[in-house]
C-alpha cells in the first residue's frame, strides 16, 4: 500500500494534501463512534503534506514515507501536542519534544495526522482503562479492539491511517492487531529508541508499527530503528531496508511449533485456523518442527511481577510537582493547606485508574526490603530461563509459530472487572517482552460468531536483531493468502 501511495505521489497522480485530506475525512466521518484520535492534528497534517507537495513541484526526490498518513499512540511525545498517555495525569500535558521514532518518521516527510487512544500508561489489553473513552473494534462495535495500543490498531484497521505507532510491554501491539485484522510489528528489544516513550516498564517496553500489509510494517520499521545516542539501550546496527529482503520462498525455512502454546484450554476456533495456518506454511515448503519452551508456562507470572515493579518506579515521578497536574483536594482534609505529601497523595489518587494504581501497589510490594528476594529476584531468574529456552529453540528452528491471542476479540465488560481474565490475554505474547525478541502478529483466518468475522492472528518470534526472517516469512505466508491450502 505505501509503495503505490508513493508512486501515485511521485507521478503526480495524487497530491500528499489530496490524501492527508481524505484520510482525515474519514476520522471527521468515522472516529465519533469508534474512538481511536484522542487528539486530530489537522492543520499540522495539512501543513507537513503541503510542504511534501513543495518538494515534489520542485522536482525534488522524495522517500516512501513522505506524504504518507500516520498515527501515533498517545504515550509518545511529539513537539507542542498534548501528550496524556491515556490518563487523567496528564491531561494538560504539552510535549516539548519528539520521540525519537517520531522524529524520524517526521524527517522522513510522514504526515501525523493525530495521537491515539490507549489504555491508561499502556496497561491492559482492551483499551477499557483509556481515562477519556473506550475504543470500539471496527468489525464489530460491541466488541474491544485489544490493547493497550487499541487506538493505533483501529486506526488504521478502519482506514483512518496508513499506518500507526504502537508500544509493546507485553503485547499491546500484537493483540489489538490480531483483533483487528491487522499487522503488529514489535522489534527487537533495543531496535526502536525509547526516548520520548513514556515509560511503562523500561526492560520491556518496545516501540512497533501497525500496517495493513507485511510490506508496510518493514518499510515503517525501516524507518524508525536504530541506534540513538538518548537511548542506551539501542543497539549499533547497519542501516538496511528491511522491505528489500522480502521474499515468497521460505522452502527450507524451519518453523518451530511449541507444544505448550497449542495446548488443551485453547478456543477450538482458534486451533483450527492455527492449525490450517500450520499446513499453509508446511505448502510454502517450510520444515515444521515440534519445539518445546519448558518455562513458558512461567512467562505471565514473571512478567506480572517484573512488570508491575517497574511501573512502580517509573511511575513515581507522577506526583503533581514533576510530572502532573497537582491536586490539592483540601475540601477531604481538616487542614486549610495541603502539605506536600498531601498535594502526592491527592495527585496520585485523582490522576490515577484503578489499573494503574493496582500495577503501582503491586509492584510496591514486590519490590519491599522483605519481599524482594521471593518475588523479584525470583522473577529475574525464571526470565534467564526463558531467555534460555529460546536460545536453545532457535539451535534448531528459524523461527517460531503460535496463535496471537488464545481468543478473538471479546465483548466489551467481558473481563473488566476480572484483572487476571484480562491479563491472560497476553499469554502466548509476554514471553516475547521477557526475551526481547522481535515478534509480528499477522491475520491467519476468520472465526464466525454472531454473524461477524472475526480475524484472528497467526505469531512469530525470531532470534535476536532476525527481523528480516520473521518478516520474510509473514510476508510469504501473506502473499499466499489465508484460504484453506489445496
Ligand atoms: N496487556 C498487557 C498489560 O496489560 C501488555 C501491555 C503492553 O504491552 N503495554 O500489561
Not at 526526490?61 to 498517555?85: F, Q, S, V, Y
Not at 549499533?236 to 495446548?263: A, C, N
Not at 508456562?297 to 510530572?323: C, H, Q, W
Not at 514471553?431 to 460468531?449: C, D, K, Y
Request: contains cysteine; aromatic residues 10%.
Amino acid at each position: 500500500m505505501i509503495l503505490e501511495l508513493h508512486e501515485k505521489l511521485k507521478n503526480r497522480e495524487t497530491t500528499a494534501r489530496a490524501l492527508a485530506e481524505s484520510y482525515l475525512s474519514r476520522i471527521w466521518e468515522y472516529d465519533g463512534e469508534l474512538g481511536a484520535y484522542l487528539t486530530i492534528l489537522e492543520e499540522e497534517s495539512l501543513r507537513a503534506a503541503d510542504f511534501v507537495d513543495e518538494k515534489l513541484a520542485r522536482g525534488e526526490e522524495i522517500g516512501l514515507l513522505a506524504g504518507i498518513p500516520g498515527a501515533i499512540k498517545d504515550n509518545m511525545c511529539l513537539t507542542g501536542t498534548r501528550t496524556t498517555a491515556g490518563s487523567k495525569m496528564l491531561d494538560g500535558y504539552v510535549a516539548p519534544y519528539d520521540a525519537t521514532a517520531v522524529r524520524k518518521l517526521r524527517e522522513a516527510g510522514a504526515v501525523i495526522l493525530g495521537k491515539t487512544n490507549m489504555d491508561e500508561f499502556a496497561m491492559g489489553s482492551s483499551t477499557e482503562s483509556s481515562a477519556y473513552r473506550p475504543t470500539k473494534n471496527p468489525i464489530d462495535t460491541s466488541r474491544v479492539p485489544g490493547g493497550s495500543s487499541g487506538g493505533s490498531a483501529v486506526a488504521v484497521a478502519a482506514d483512518m491511517a496508513v499506518f500507526s505507532l504502537g508500544s509493546d510491554t507485553g503485547g499491546s501491539i500484537r493483540q489489538p492487531a490480531s483483533f483487528c485484522g491487522v499487522v503488529g510489528l514489535k522489534p527487537t528489544y533495543g531496535r526502536v529508541s525509547r526516548n520520548g516513550l513514556i515509560a511503562m516498564a523500561s526492560s520491556l517496553d518496545q516501540i512497533g508499527t501497525f500496517t495493513k500489509t507485511v510490506e508496510d510494517s518493514a518499510i515503517v520499521f525501516s524507518e524508525i530503528y536504530g541506534y540513538d545516542p538518548l537511548d542506551v539501550t539501542t543497539a549499533e546496527s547497519d542501516s538496511k531496508r528491511f522491505e528489500d529482503f522480502l521474499s515468497s520462498d521460505i522452502r527450507g525455512l524451519r518453523v518451530g511449533i511449541p507444544k505448550e502454546y497449542l495446548s488443551d484450554d485453547l478456543d477450538p476456533r482458534v486451533r483450527e485456523v492455527t492449525e490450517k495456518a500450520i499446513d499453509r506454511f508446511r505448502s510454502l515448503g517450510a520444515e515444521i518442527i515440534d519445539i518445546s519452551l519448558p518455562h513458558a508456562k512461567y512467562a505471565l507470572p514473571t512478567y506480572y511481577i517484573i512488570m508491575p515493579s517497574e511501573v512502580s518506579s517509573n511511575l513515581a515521578r507522577f506526583d503533581g510537582i514533576r510530572f502532573g497536574v497537582p491536586v490539592d483536594d483540601h475540601e477531604s482534609r481538616s487542614a486549610e493547606f495541603g502539605t506536600l505529601l498531601e498535594t502526592y497523595l491527592d495527585t496520585r489518587a485523582y490522576g490515577f485508574g484503578a489499573e494503574v494504581k493496582r500495577r503501582i501497589m503491586l509492584g510496591t510490594y514486590a519490590l519491599s526490603a522483605g519481599y524482594y528476594d521471593a518475588y523479584y529476584k525470583k522473577a529475574q531468574a525464571v526470565r534467564h530461563l526463558i531467555r534460555k529456552d529460546f536460545a536453545e529453540a532457535y539451535k534448531k528452528v528459524d523461527v517460531i509459530f503460535s496463535p496471537t491471542a488464545p481468543e478473538p476479540a471479546f465483548r466489551f465488560g467481558a473481563k473488566s472487572d476480572d484483572p487476571l481474565k484480562m491479563y491472560l490475554s497476553d499469554i502466548y505474547t509476554v514471553t516475547a517482552n521477557l526475551a526481547g525478541v522481535p515478534a509480528i502478529s499477522f491475520p491467519i483466518g476468520t472465526v464466525e460468531e454472531d454473524g461477524k468475522a472475526l480475524p484472528i492472528g497467526g505469531h512469530l518470534m525470531a532470534g535476536w536483531f532476525d527481523e528480516e526472517t520473521m518478516l520474510r516469512a509473514a510476508y510469504a505466508f501473506e502473499q499466499a493468502g489465508v484460504s484453506d491450502p489445496e
